[in-house]
């Protein structure tokens, strides 16, 4: 049974990030830079949440309600329409306030601008919850079944990008002195340039 970066990896290929790229006005490998960045950002974001019973519970309501995974079944068409999606108000739970620092900190290690980022955030989001979605039920993962998803997922993004996952750690856990963009990039290095 495909795990939930099993379910990202598939819905991630080369003719969506394509489409995506189209619809940014970015490269395709910017773009593939970006999801590498954005994908640990939401998924942290969503363990975070998923770490205190009240998140989980409301998480689990969200994806009982809302994301069956059926998205990942007609990915082109939501994308084509992206901005109608739900990709906003999850962001909103996902990450808050840290919104701005993580858009302008992989805006800025991707080579794209901030604007980008974000419609690239609402384009993942939706995909994101519905992989979680699918593989909760799947595996008949409970409220406390969740955690251990996310935890699964983040791991295995940790091992196969310890510098991007890195990156999002001090975009989400940065202390708001308003120089995190210039921390992040110098501690990146040629990150990129790999």
Do not use: C, W, Y
């Not at 196969?160 to 990039?185: E, H, I, K, S, T």
Request: net charge negative; no cysteine; aromatic share 2%.
């Amino acid at each position: 049974m495909p795990g939930l970066m099993d379910l990202l990896g598939a819905a991630l290929n080369e003719n969506t990030i394509k489409q995506m790229a189209g619809q940014l006005g970015a490269s395709d490998s910017q773009v593939q830079s970006a999801i590498g960045m954005a994908l640990p950002a939401i998924l942290q974001g969503l363990q975070r949440n998923a770490a205190d019973p009240q998140g989980a519970q409301s998480l689990a309501n969200a994806l009982d309600r809302d994301h069956d995974g059926s998205i990942l079944d007609d990915l082109m068409g939501f994308l084509g329409n992206a901005q109608q999606g739900p990709g906003a108000g999850i962001l909103r739970h996902v990450l808050g306030d840290k919104r701005e620092a993580v858009q302008q900190g992989i805006g800025q290690a991707a080579g794209i601008n901030p604007g980008q980022v974000g419609s690239l955030l609402e384009m993942l989001a939706p995909i994101v919850m519905g992989a979680l979605g699918k593989t909760t039920r799947q595996q008949g993962a409970g409220v406390g079944g969740l955690l251990d998803l996310l935890g699964q997922a983040t791991g295995q993004m940790q091992q196969q990008q310890p510098q991007a996952f890195n990156l999002v750690n001090l975009l989400l856990d940065q202390n708001r002195d308003g120089n995190v963009v210039d921390d992040v990039v110098r501690m990146l290095g040629n990150f990129l340039k790999r």
